[in-house]
């Protein structure tokens, strides 16, 4: 008999979701985890990073609030104060997480654990065994070999540690991490510049909804398509060195830089390799049910490289679970579609979207339909932010099927909206369907209807 029902490597969204399920099922279940339980989302990710940007935004709006009717005095930053919310916050859920798994009868050792092969893990130098095995190890902040670049950089950890709001911060990369702490730290009067090597920011998203996210955001200075060539300078002054897009050398000093050029799946010690598994462009291959080549070996998460995203490990994990809780069966429904999983940006202005962009749904040999509308045909919308402030809707369309294949916004509350938009494309809804949905008004999803209707 083997120790364990299931063995679970890494206790991030992933891996305590999965560990969660299967407890909940009553199965015995091993989750190892080498730091904290809540993985980078809940330390050093998601979650922090959200805290601060709350506490931003209610900076922001108390300094604007006179054009509402509130004036305020003496507004001010404070950093500490927000740090602490930040801590605070963390603690909480770290704390949620943890209880809830000892509810359910997990056993949480705190190790990493290494694959040893189809039902063995390596713990603190023993084997312990297992029906099953889920690798959810996580991913990890990407570093290039820039020159110079060692020691005169800090990752989205270690801002998020910061003891203070920069005076000037260089952020190299405009992904989603770089134009968030880009975003957060202008609004807390930060001089802000991103130097981005490809065209547009945040390249993952709609062209027309990634540009005007960018021309909403204020106090930061983009510089696309240069390339950063090397770092030197003093400590507590570097100097990012980079070619701009017509070749010409240019260079920013700042006193903080940020690398935030992405992330990697962490497969280094995690026996995944040793073990047989099979690794494709630094991922662990799996299939859409979340099996690996291994008998008995799932994998969840940013590991698969299939999306890295917190809700991503989650829906990989219920997937991985009910297979698991129904062996020699296929649950129906239980299969990864990638094009359904929405995205978001918390920066300032929001941003989100679900399925295939323009230029993607192009590239597929799709012909499409789309439309952009602005968010100020939302009362809302307006009530709240006026007529000036960014805010859009964009619909992809197949243009024969009439099937909606993408839904992208730029504004307030795109993030909590986008989730019905996800729910279109899950059941394959065409333009028409789509309106005919009820939407509460007054309400900012109903921007999504208004785009339906400017659809040809």
């Known amino acids: 008999m083997s120790d364990y029902d299931v063995i679970v490597l890494g206790g991030g969204p992933g891996g305590y979701l999965a560990g969660e399920r299967l407890g909940h099922a009553g199965l015995r279940v091993l989750l190892l985890e080498a730091d904290t339980v809540g993985g980078t989302c809940v330390n050093v ?17 108390a300094l604007d609030g ?18 602490a919310w930040k801590a605070k916050t963390v603690k909480t859920l770290v704390g949620g997480v943890q209880a809830n798994l000892k509810r359910l009868g997990v056993t949480i050792v705190n190790d990493l654990g290494a694959l040893a092969g189809p039902g063995r893990v390596e713990v603190g130098g023993s084997i312990q065994t297992a029906d099953q095995v889920i690798m959810a190890t996580g991913s990890e902040p990407v570093m290039p070999p820039i020159p110079g670049a060692e020691g005169r950089v800090v990752d989205s950890t270690g801002l998020l ?14 992904g989603v991490i770089g134009v968030e702490f880009a975003s957060l730290f202008a609004a807390l009067g930060s001089r802000v ?19 005007r ?10 510089h696309l398509g240069c390339r950063v060539e090397s770092l030197d300078g003093e400590p507590g002054s570097s100097t990012v060195h980079f070619t701009d897009a017509a070749g010409e050398p240019q260079e920013l000093t700042a006193g903080t830089v940020l690398m935030a050029v992405g992330r990697r799946p962490r497969i280094a010690d995690s026996g995944a390799a040793g073990a047989g598994l099979d690794i494709v462009r630094g991922a662990i291959r799996v299939d859409d049910t979340m099996r690996t080549n291994l008998p008995g070996v799932w994998a969840v998460g940013d590991v698969t490289g299939r999306s890295l995203l917190a809700h991503a490990a989650y829906r990989m994990a219920e997937i991985a679970t009910a297979h698991i809780l129904s062996p020699g069966q296929a649950p129906p429904g239980q299969r990864l579609r990638e094009d359904t999983i929405p995205w978001a940006v918390y920066s300032i202005p929001e941003s ?19 439309a952009v509308v602005p968010l100020y045909l ?20 197949e243009t024969g099927s009439r099937v909606v294949r993408g839904i992208h916004m730029v504004g307030t509350y795109a993030p909590e909206t986008i989730w019905g938009a996800a729910a279109v494309l899950e059941n394959e809804l065409t333009v028409e369907d789509l309106r005919q949905i009820v939407i509460p008004h007054p309400t900012v999803s109903e921007g999504i209807r208004e785009a339906s209707w400017g659809t040809p």
């Open 66 to 83: 006179a054009r509402f009717g509130v004036k305020a005095t003496g507004v001010e930053a404070d950093w500490a104060t927000m740090q």
């Open 352 to 370: 989100a979207g679900v399925g295939l962009s323009e230029a993607q749904a192009q590239a597929r040999g799709l012909d499409v339909t789309c």
């Open 193 to 211: 510049d991103v130097v981005e090597l490809l065209p547009e920011i945040l390249p993952f998203m709609d062209t027309d909804i990634a540009s």
């Open 45 to 61: 990710g998601c979650i922090p990073t959200k805290s601060l940007l709350h506490s931003a935004k209610t900076y922001l709006h």
């Open 378 to 397: 939302s009362g809302r919308f307006v009530a709240e932010n006026g007529v000036k402030a960014p805010g859009a809707v964009k619909i992809v369309a």
């Open 213 to 222: 996210a960018r021309e909403g955001i204020e106090g930061v200075t983009f």
């Open 161 to 174: 540690a910061i003891d203070h709001i920069p005076e000037r911060l260089v952020v190299i990369g405009g």
